[in-house]
């Protein structure tokens, strides 16, 4: 039972990949992002209720949030018109450039490398998740879709940067960059 939720990881990681050849077809597309969602809970839920927790687990578990979120950020790519919207571009370089300062961050402060689990980043990845289906559904992605998902995304990453430069180890998990006593 202990390594369920790695197996569980392992196969998000390739049902993510998988995502990218179905970006043309949203039906299957909506089914197996719905099968990375749903793996994407199981796998945290059953480490925690089996304390099956490893940091193994963990890596394979950030591992296949940023493989699926990336799948993710692709398809917003391939079905909006972002790369004619020059507003909507430069805030996913904005975002996108903070998350990766924020990895080299990780990696030369705390020698590793790594995204937080915390809640904006949980907040934001909720977000994305409900954004494709939704505007699957609605037919496409309007602005006020995206628009909370880009504030979202940004606060979260400055969020992360705030407690990345205030941290002085490495926790996953933190939950805020401000402890509250």
Same mark, same amino acid.
């Given at each position: 039972?202990?390594?369920?939720p790695n197996i569980l990881s392992c196969f998000r990681? $390739? *049902? %993510?990949? $998988?995502?990218l050849i179905l970006l043309r077809r949203p039906l299957p597309f909506a089914?197996?992002?719905?099968?990375? #969602?749903? %793996?994407d809970? @199981?796998? #945290?839920?059953? @480490?925690?209720?089996?304390?099956? #927790? %490893?940091?193994l687990g963990a890596k394979l578990d950030s591992l296949g949030d940023d493989v699926f979120y990336g799948t993710a950020i692709a398809a917003l790519v391939v079905w909006t018109d972002i790369a004619h919207n020059t507003p909507m571009l430069s805030a996913f370089v904005v975002v996108a450039a903070i998350r990766l300062v924020n990895f080299i961050i990780t990696r030369f402060k705390f020698?590793?490398?790594?995204? *937080?689990h915390n809640i904006g980043n949980k907040a934001a990845g909720l977000l994305l998740f409900l954004t494709l289906p939704v505007g699957l559904l609605a037919g496409g992605f309007p602005l006020w879709l995206l628009l909370p998902l #880009?504030? @979202?995304a940004l606060l979260s990453s *400055?969020?992360?940067t705030l407690i990345r430069l205030t941290s002085s180890n490495y926790k996953?998990?933190?939950?805020? @960059?401000?402890?509250?006593t």
């Amino acid at each position: 039972m202990k390594h369920i939720p790695n197996i569980l990881s392992c196969f998000r990681i $390739a *049902l %993510s990949l $998988a995502l990218l050849i179905l970006l043309r077809r949203p039906l299957p597309f909506a089914i197996l992002y719905l099968l990375c #969602g749903l %793996s994407d809970v @199981a796998d #945290g839920w059953l @480490a925690r209720r089996f304390h099956a #927790g %490893s940091i193994l687990g963990a890596k394979l578990d950030s591992l296949g949030d940023d493989v699926f979120y990336g799948t993710a950020i692709a398809a917003l790519v391939v079905w909006t018109d972002i790369a004619h919207n020059t507003p909507m571009l430069s805030a996913f370089v904005v975002v996108a450039a903070i998350r990766l300062v924020n990895f080299i961050i990780t990696r030369f402060k705390f020698e590793q490398w790594g995204i *937080l689990h915390n809640i904006g980043n949980k907040a934001a990845g909720l977000l994305l998740f409900l954004t494709l289906p939704v505007g699957l559904l609605a037919g496409g992605f309007p602005l006020w879709l995206l628009l909370p998902l #880009g504030i @979202a995304a940004l606060l979260s990453s *400055l969020e992360e940067t705030l407690i990345r430069l205030t941290s002085s180890n490495y926790k996953v998990n933190r939950k805020r @960059a401000v402890t509250l006593t």
